[in-house]
Every structure is written in structure tokens, then in C-alpha cells.
């Protein structure tokens, strides 16, 4: 059977993760929640592959993971339809990409609120409160944000997504191993790193402090 997110779902690789709300935030050194896979945006369709309780285990081609998990109140049953942007409305909308915060596993603008209510979180730290509403973006989450779930998800993935090519233009990727950075125009890159989070810089400037990078055009 398949369902789809009516609205932004925070998909795990746990399905124990309601505890995570109860104070059992497992952060790794780098203060990423790493179970968190990626939120899924409205219309994103999986296969329904059980149910124990309100956690729902799903699967899809578009993700390397076998079995993932979330909370039933994000999905209904059917196939859904995600919105397809066109370059221009891709390129406006990271041009006005807002200055979010890095979160490992995050690609929406919006926070996330739903689970955090739905558990009655207790007070919790300003770290914690932004990793359990889902508040950031990650690296490859801007452009599948932007993209409306265009592009592949991981960044491991959009090495090889593409064409190779030369010279820098528009929405090109330059990618990296572990990171991605996107071409707002021939002199400017926008990315998000851990320390700084979404953040832009001159393309020539950032692009001497990298190197074993490609340039890639997707679109």
C-alpha cells in the first residue's frame, strides 16, 4: 500500500524515536542527530510496509535505506504529487533562501512543530528545541528544499548527479565528497556548513579553500 506526506515529515532510522522527545536526545560528537534521514516534503510517496501502532515503516526507491520510519499523522493513504519548479523558480527561490542554522538531516524552511506537541516536550535546551522542531538545513537539504524534491537527497548521491562539466553557471553543483555547494550565479555560492550554517559567499573565495571538487549541471 502507499501513502504520501500531506505535509512536511520527519522520516528516522529509528522507530524508537518518540523517546528522542522525552529528554533521549542521542547527538553524535558533532551535535547531529544522525538518525534523523530527511523531512519528507508534501506529495512525497512511499510503500507502506507495516504499522506498529502510530509508527508507520516505509520505503522508497528514491532512498538507499531499506526500512524508515515516522509518525502516522503525517501521511494518508494514495499516491501523491509533488510540486516540479522549473530552473527560474529554483534559482529564486535559493536567492532568497533565508540564514537557518545546520541541521543534519534538515531541508525545509519551515520548523517542524508537530511531533514536539504531539509528545508534550518538556522544557528543553535551545540546541535541543532546534533539532526536535526540525529548525535547519543540511548541505544537500537546501537544493531538495528549493528543488521541491527534485534532486537526491544525500549528498554521497549528487557526486555523480548530473554532468560533468568545466565552467560554473547557475544552479551548477560543485560538489565534494561529504559536502555540496550551488551556484547562485557564475560569482556567487550558497552552502550550509555546521559552523555557520546557510551562508553565501564569493564563488572564486570559497572556491580556493576547497579542493577534489566538480562542477555539475543538473538542470
Not at 510517496?45 to 520510519?69: A, S
Request: proline residues 5%; aromatic residues 14%.
Amino acid at each position: 500500500m502507499f501513502i504520501y506526506a500531506k505535509k512536511s515529515a520527519p522520516i528516522f532510522s529509528d522507530p524508537d524515536f518518540p523517546r528522542y522527545f522525552q529528554g533521549d536526545l542521542p547527538l553524535d560528537q558533532g551535535m547531529h542527530l544522525r538518525l534523523l534521514e530527511w523531512i519528507a516534503l508534501p506529495g512525497e510517496t512511499f510503500e507502506r510496509v507495516g504499522q506498529e501502532g502510530d509508527i508507520v515503516l516505509v520505503r522508497t526507491k528514491r532512498y538507499p535505506k531499506e526500512l524508515l520510519y515516522s509518525h502516522s499523522l503525517f501521511f494518508e493513504e494514495g499516491e501523491g504529487k509533488q510540486v516540479q519548479k522549473n530552473k527560474k523558480e529554483i534559482l529564486e527561490a535559493l536567492k532568497y533562501y533565508p540564514r537557518l542554522f545546520y541541521l543534519w538531516g534538515g531541508n525545509t524552511r519551515a520548523p517542524v512543530f508537530d511531533l514536539f506537541f504531539l509528545y508534550q516536550t518538556k522544557l528543553c535546551d535551545r540546541k535541543s528545541f532546534f533539532h526536535l522542531t526540525f529548525q535547519g538545513v543540511d548541505c544537500s537539504g537546501i537544493l531538495y528544499d528549493a528543488a521541491c524534491g527534485m534532486t537526491p537527497r544525500n549528498t554521497h548521491e549528487l557526486l555523480d548527479f548530473g554532468t560533468e562539466v568545466k565552467t560554473l553557471r547557475p544552479l551548477d553543483l560543485v560538489t565534494l565528497p561529504g559536502h555540496v555547494l550551488i551556484a547562485l550565479d557564475e560569482n556567487t555560492l550558497i552552502e550550509s556548513r555546521h559552523l555557520t550554517g546557510v551562508i553565501r559567499r564569493p564563488a572564486r573565495e570559497r572556491l580556493n579553500e576547497l579542493t577534489d571538487f566538480q562542477y555539475r549541471r543538473w538542470l
